[in-house]
């Protein structure tokens, strides 16, 4: 089969070296993929939101299958797209159509979802503009810290947590009144803050079958415990030693099940992942987010961990015959640690030559932010690279995770050296 990746980060260079080891594919393409792919697959370059582009370059191709990376081109509707084109329609696209999309593309819409479909969620209200005097009542109403998400996509900044009324407040006015977060604001759901341990449980589904991929916990912050600005996610760790067998039990039976079942009820055909966002309070599950794609860095811990052929599961996926695929996992923990560019994730230079790679023997390097010119990679990006390692332990596999960096270099490179340090 000829196989079609769309993004550029370390997520699709994951999926990419994982399907470029299944005797099924026959040729490996990525749009507009990284200096990673470049090595196993054909980069092309088009944008992952350029559907038109993206149907020529399928058809020159012979492409077979599509695997959707990001958001963004979900949510726009390139699953939606295929099927309404007579040249593109047989050809299975691996992620939800736009109505499955909205799990994602509208925070206001999963928790109407997540609140109809009875799935435990921390309790909140939607408002706009027009009633915004009532959505202040509401934070009154709550404890702090007070949490306030845009309900559209707004790049992972959307979603802010504050600990003052009055800061609140202000900011609720900035989101509805003042556009601060442009269209993604103009509705904000207002949510009661959930204490507990945050992770993150994967399905791929068929719409009707779905299979349960490792838990991971990832690392937001740019700072050592856990400080300083949110970031798209410093290093993961999967699986969870604090998600025992007990509290898993319980995401299936109180949050997978009644999800997979709710978007039957609804009448969405949704196909592909499922990523859910889940606070551990007490050993029981509450639903933060969804997200209707694979996370990253959790990608990078989650894949490696996957002993079954990747593409044979898709197939299950497209074919709707997910039940029947063969799945195992690898028993060791993955460890991976992102490296970053200087000043990430403020203003930083990119262009900067990466060295050392080829030093590196017992992690797996997953590129995100790179490019080649000249011959030499280069950093193309905040997130530059993901150092992943398995180990018998957490403890083992961030050992050999941050062994391996000592080879890695570029000017003003920055990553965490404290990944798990809550798990450890």
Same mark, same amino acid.
């Given at each position: 089969?000829?196989?079609?990746?769309?993004?550029?980060?370390?997520?699709? =260079?994951?999926?990419?070296?994982?399907?470029?080891?299944?005797?099924?594919?026959?040729?490996?393409?990525?749009?507009?993929?990284?200096?990673?792919?470049?090595?196993?697959?054909?980069?092309?370059?088009?944008?992952?939101?350029?559907?038109?582009?993206?149907?020529?370059?399928?058809?020159?191709?012979?492409?077979?299958?599509?695997?959707?990376?990001?958001?963004?081109?979900?949510?726009?509707?390139? =699953?939606?797209?295929?099927?309404?084109?007579?040249?593109?329609?047989?050809?299975?696209?691996?992620?939800?159509?736009?109505?499955?999309?909205?799990?994602?593309?509208?925070?206001?819409?999963?928790?109407?979802?997540?609140?109809? =479909?009875?799935?435990?969620?921390?309790?909140?209200?939607?408002?706009?503009?027009?009633?915004?005097?009532?959505?202040?009542?509401?934070?009154?109403?709550?404890?702090?810290?007070?949490?306030?998400?845009?309900?559209?996509?707004?790049?992972?900044?959307?979603?802010?947590?504050?600990?003052?009324?009055?800061?609140?407040?202000?900011?609720?006015?900035?989101?509805?009144?003042?556009?601060?977060?442009?269209?993604?604001?103009?509705?904000?759901?207002?949510?009661?803050?959930?204490?507990?341990?945050?992770?993150?449980?994967?399905?791929?589904?068929?719409?009707?079958?779905?299979?349960?991929?490792?838990?991971?916990?990832?690392?937001?912050?740019?700072?050592?415990?856990?400080?300083?600005?949110?970031?798209?996610?410093?290093?993961?760790?999967?699986?969870?030693?604090?998600?025992?067998?007990?509290?898993?039990?319980?995401?299936?039976?109180?949050?997978?099940?009644?999800?997979?079942?709710?978007?039957?009820?609804?009448?969405?055909?949704?196909?592909?992942?499922?990523?859910?966002?889940?606070?551990?309070?007490?050993?029981?599950?509450?639903?933060?987010?969804?997200?209707?794609?694979?996370?990253?860095?959790?990608?990078?811990?989650?894949?490696?961990?996957?002993?079954?052929?990747?593409?044979?599961?898709?197939?299950?996926?497209?074919?709707?015959?997910?039940?029947?695929?063969?799945?195992?996992?690898?028993?060791?923990?993955?460890?991976?640690?992102?490296?970053?560019?200087?000043?990430?994730?403020?203003?930083?230079?990119?262009?900067?030559?990466?060295?050392?790679?080829?030093?590196?023997?017992?992690?797996?390097?997953?590129?995100?932010?790179?490019?080649?010119?000249?011959?030499?990679?280069?950093?193309?990006?905040?997130?530059?690279?993901?150092?992943?390692?398995?180990?018998?332990?957490?403890?083992?596999?961030?050992?050999?995770?941050?062994?391996?960096?000592?080879?890695?270099?570029?000017?003003?490179?920055?990553?965490?050296?404290?990944?798990?340090?809550?798990?450890?």
């Amino acid at each position: 089969m000829n196989i079609l990746i769309l993004g550029a980060g370390g997520r699709e =260079h994951a999926f990419a070296l994982k399907l470029s080891q299944s005797k099924k594919v026959n040729q490996l393409f990525v749009a507009p993929g990284n200096a990673g792919t470049a090595a196993i697959a054909k980069n092309i370059d088009v944008n992952v939101t350029d559907f038109k582009s993206i149907k020529s370059l399928v058809l020159k191709e012979g492409i077979d299958m599509v695997i959707v990376g990001p958001e963004v081109p979900l949510v726009a509707g390139i =699953h939606d797209f295929f099927l309404a084109d007579d040249a593109l329609k047989k050809i299975p696209v691996i992620g939800p159509k736009k109505d499955g999309a909205l799990l994602e593309g509208s925070k206001d819409f999963s928790k109407q979802f997540m609140k109809s =479909h009875n799935i435990p969620t921390a309790k909140y209200q939607s408002f706009t503009k027009d009633n915004l005097a009532e959505g202040k009542t509401f934070l009154e109403s709550l404890q702090a810290p007070y949490v306030l998400k845009a309900d559209g996509l707004a790049a992972g900044k959307g979603v802010l947590i504050l600990n003052s009324i009055d800061e609140a407040k202000n900011e609720l006015e900035e989101m509805l009144s003042n556009n601060k977060f442009g269209e993604a604001s103009s509705t904000v759901v207002i949510e009661e803050f959930l204490d507990g341990i945050e992770l993150s449980v994967f399905v791929l589904t068929d719409g009707q079958h779905y299979k349960i991929l490792p838990s991971a916990k990832d690392y937001k912050r740019i700072g050592e415990g856990d400080t300083g600005l949110n970031t798209g996610g410093m290093g993961a760790i999967s699986p969870v030693p604090f998600a025992n067998d007990d509290f898993l039990l319980k995401v299936e039976q109180q949050v997978i099940k009644p999800t997979i079942q709710g978007l039957q009820e609804d009448g969405i055909d949704y196909t592909g992942f499922i990523f859910i966002g889940l606070m551990n309070i007490n050993n029981n599950p509450f639903v933060v987010e969804y997200n209707v794609r694979m996370g990253d860095p959790e990608t990078e811990v989650v894949i490696p961990r996957i002993e079954s052929d990747l593409l044979d599961l898709f197939e299950g996926v497209a074919h709707k015959n997910l039940h029947e695929k063969s799945f195992s996992l690898n028993p060791k923990t993955a460890a991976t640690v992102m490296l970053v560019s200087g000043g990430y994730p403020e203003n930083y230079e990119k262009n900067k030559k990466i060295s050392g790679i080829e030093k590196v023997e017992n992690s797996i390097v997953y590129h995100a932010g790179t490019n080649q010119k000249n011959g030499e990679i280069i950093t193309n990006g905040g997130r530059v690279m993901a150092i992943t390692s398995l180990g018998n332990t957490i403890h083992e596999a961030l050992e050999i995770s941050y062994k391996s960096i000592e080879n890695i270099h570029f000017d003003k490179m920055n990553y965490r050296k404290d990944i798990g340090f809550d798990l450890v």
